[in-house]
């Protein structure tokens, strides 16, 4: 296991859209080691997507305080509803945050580390975080989201990063 740097704008993995992960083997899951410490690494970090450590693939993983860590391979938004506005972070844009429109909650699916299926849904941080980096492995960043850059905010110090 190692943790590994994080990558920043303008890096182009960001951009790119990550590959769908075909089967479970010794690389992925190094990979998701990899991922879960490096998430670890700083109480700041709730999520990280696969292309934020620069490797293309369809992984996440969620870290909510007091929560058993989430790994998802493949995941999806299946069902989406409601609409609140709220603060988002992202680690690949450090120092910055701005408002933007999320969905109340999300239903999510996708395999676990072990490629077994499973379901979440969720609403709270839990929800944002997972259309977060569900955005990540299709090259998107909460900054698309917003009408203008003008919207972007700078902040001192640490926040929770997604
Ligand atoms: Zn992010």
Same mark, same amino acid.
């Given at each position: 296991m190692a943790v590994l740097s994080i990558r920043t704008l303008p890096d182009p993995v960001l951009r790119r859209k990550a590959k769908r992960v075909r089967t479970i083997d010794g690389s992925i899951k190094k990979l998701i080691a990899d991922m879960l410490e490096t998430m670890h690494a700083d109480p700041g970090r709730a999520g990280l997507a696969a292309p934020q450590i620069g490797v293309s693939l369809r992984v996440i993983v969620i870290g909510m305080p007091g929560e058993e860590d989430i790994v998802l391979i493949n995941p999806e938004i299946v069902k989406k509803s409601g609409e609140r506005l709220l603060? =988002?972070?992202?680690?690949?844009l450090p120092g910055y945050?701005? =408002?933007?429109?999320?969905? =109340?909650s999300v239903t999510v699916k996708g395999g676990d580390r072990n490629g077994k299926e499973i379901r979440i849904k969720a609403t709270g941080l839990?929800?944002?975080a997972l259309e977060h980096e569900i955005d990540h492995l299709n090259g998107q960043l909460y900054i698309d989201h917003l009408e203008s850059m003008d919207k972007l905010r700078k902040v001192e110090g640490e926040e929770t990063g997604l």
């Open positions: 603060d =988002e972070g992202c680690l690949s945050f701005a =408002e933007i429109k999320r969905a =109340e839990l929800a944002q």
